[in-house]
């Protein structure tokens, strides 16, 4: 294929004919008669994504906020050939030359997506290992069993705050706490962990005016941690950060743990509520989830190509003239990694309602030097959240209509706005019963998961409970509903108290 002439550079804007304002329904082009990643026609992406498909192939010529020109690239294999060649693309936006020129002025509304920091995400070559390699090494220092112990402790705590009532949000209540409780315990934090920090992590996502007060707070939370840390090294990521080889200074363990906590979060809340989400109006995926033909971890693995949590990293950039995708991209050319468009190119899915189960080369995680590392982690935590979830409220279902769910969504993530859902009223469980040293079991085929259908008050079968929260557990105990104020207090046997003592409590 001939490259297309198109030159994202080389045009100088004098030349242009008056540009309409976007938002003008009769000029829904930019500059060039390039078509706009902003405003209207951007509102369905997805849409616009396979428009330009069309029109341009695997990678297209877009303009960003401001009529900033870029490429996105749209193709399976050109997304990963770029992330893959760090000989020819890099992270690093210090090179991209509408910056350097200052045609991207420093106020432009995504420069937090692309604004060069010292963390590993925008590094390269030797810099990027040292950073890397302290992140990876204080990774491969978690100890998966007792994560998915706590994700499961985690997520009971949570229903318990809502599962008398019948009702919750999905969203607010669970998707968006579970990774951030999770995550602050995985960075020695856990007593960090609550309503507020929650609410400043989404504050500062959405970019309100409030934001960089939000942004302040856990930045002074990461600081006192990685001070404390020092002083006070406990068996956790952030003392394994800082004892790193690799010597990290306070700033680089600060932003760090705060690219971790961010990242964590928001990519993990978003996948949290895909999943529900689809679990909840798809009846096709419900009855391959209660038929047992497919487990929580593969719908994970199904959301993960259908509704990548990140849907484009802005950006990468050119380093040297090249060729991507039948264009020429000039050296210092931007583009944006395209993982939803990479997702869904037709030449790896030409059916995208076909299942893609045990295929997990999809674009979720990235590629190449900078693939994500916490994908296990991630992972984790949507697989055994769900999971437990479910067992608790076998019989959720949506509490109102498909077509009534919002999102809010921006050109790198898509983030469900509610996901309100009814439930038999059940008591909450004990949260402290006797962690199971054992894998986790197999899917069981018991589950009622329902948008209108039956409910039950039963528990599933299958989830082999401890004897003593299986009672607590069956609303109809002849005790009447527990709740953990009305337990009678007993002193724990000795094996309860070596656990507890071992776990911290
Ligand atoms: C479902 C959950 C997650 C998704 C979908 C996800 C996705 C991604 C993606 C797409 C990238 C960027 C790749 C690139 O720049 O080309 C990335 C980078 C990164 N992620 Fe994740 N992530 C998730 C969870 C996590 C978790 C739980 C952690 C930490 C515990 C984490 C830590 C990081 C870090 C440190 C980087 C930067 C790596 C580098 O530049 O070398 N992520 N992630």
Not at 40 to 46: F, K, R, V
């Amino acid at each position: 294929m001939t490259p297309e002439s198109h030159s994202l550079t080389d045009r100088d804007p004098a030349d242009d004919a008056p540009v309409p304002p976007p938002g003008c329904p009769a000029h829904p082009l930019g500059p060039g008669g390039v078509r706009r990643l902003y405003g209207p026609e951007a509102e369905d992406l997805g849409a616009l994504y396979e428009k330009l498909r069309a029109e341009h192939g695997a990678v297209a010529p877009v303009l960003i906020h401001d009529d900033v020109p870029m490429w996105v690239v749209l193709g399976h294999s050109e997304n990963l050939h770029m992330v893959r060649s760090p000989s020819q693309f890099t992270r690093d936006s210090r090179t991209w030359e509408l910056l350097r020129s200052g045609r991207v002025k420093p106020d432009h509304p995504l420069t937090p997506h692309f604004a060069w920091q010292p963390i590993c995400s925008y590094a390269e070559g030797d810099e990027h290992l040292r950073l890397r390699g302290a992140v990876t090494g204080a990774m491969s220092t978690i100890d998966y069993r007792g994560l998915r112990r706590y994700i499961n402790r985690a997520t009971q705590s949570l229903v318990n705050r809502f599962c008398d009532e019948g009702r919750a949000d999905l969203v607010g209540q669970f998707a968006d706490h579970l990774p951030m409780a999770v995550m602050c315990e995985v960075l020695g934090m856990a007593d960090e962990y609550n309503d507020r920090i929650v609410h400043a992590a989404r504050d500062m996502l959405k970019g309100t005016e409030t934001a960089i007060a939000s942004n302040q707070y856990i930045v002074d939370a990461l600081t006192r941690l990685t001070t404390r840390r020092r002083t006070q090294p406990e068996e956790d990521f952030t003392t394994h950060l800082v004892n790193h080889p690799a010597r990290l200074t306070d700033d680089e363990i600060r932003e760090h743990l705060r690219l971790i906590l961010i990242a964590a979060y928001e990519a993990t809340a978003n996948l949290i509520a895909n999943v529900l989400r689809v679990i909840l109006t798809d009846p096709r995926f419900r009855a391959q989830l209660n038929g047992g033909q497919m487990t929580v971890p593969e719908a994970v693995e199904q959301s993960l190509w259908d509704e990548p949590p990140f849907s484009g990293i802005l950006g990468y950039f050119a380093k040297q003239d090249t060729e991507l995708g039948g264009q020429r991209i000039r050296k210092g050319d931007g583009l944006l990694f395209g993982i939803a468009p990479g997702n869904l190119d037709p030449r790896v899915r030409p059916d995208v309602s076909a299942s893609m189960q045990g295929n997990r080369s999809h674009l979720a995680f990235g590629g190449g030097p900078h693939e994500c590392p916490g994908q296990d982690i991630g992972r984790a935590i949507a697989d055994t959240g769900i999971d437990a979830l479910l067992m608790r409220l076998p019989d959720i279902r949506l509490d109102c209509a498909e077509e009534e769910l919002r999102w809010t969504a921006s050109i790198a993530s898509r983030h469900l706005a509610e996901l309100p859902v009814r439930f038999e009223p059940r008591p909450p469980q004990d949260v402290t019963q006797r962690p199971a040293l054992r894998p986790l079991p197999a899917q069981r085929p018991g589950w009622l998961i329902t948008t209108d259908g039956p409910k039950t008050t039963e528990p599933a079968a299958g989830w082999p409970l401890p004897p003593e929260s299986a009672a607590r557990s069956t609303p109809t105990a002849s005790a009447g509903p527990s709740q953990p104020g009305r337990e009678p207090h007993r002193r724990p046997g000795l094996w309860q108290r070596v656990l507890r003592w071992w776990r911290g409590e």
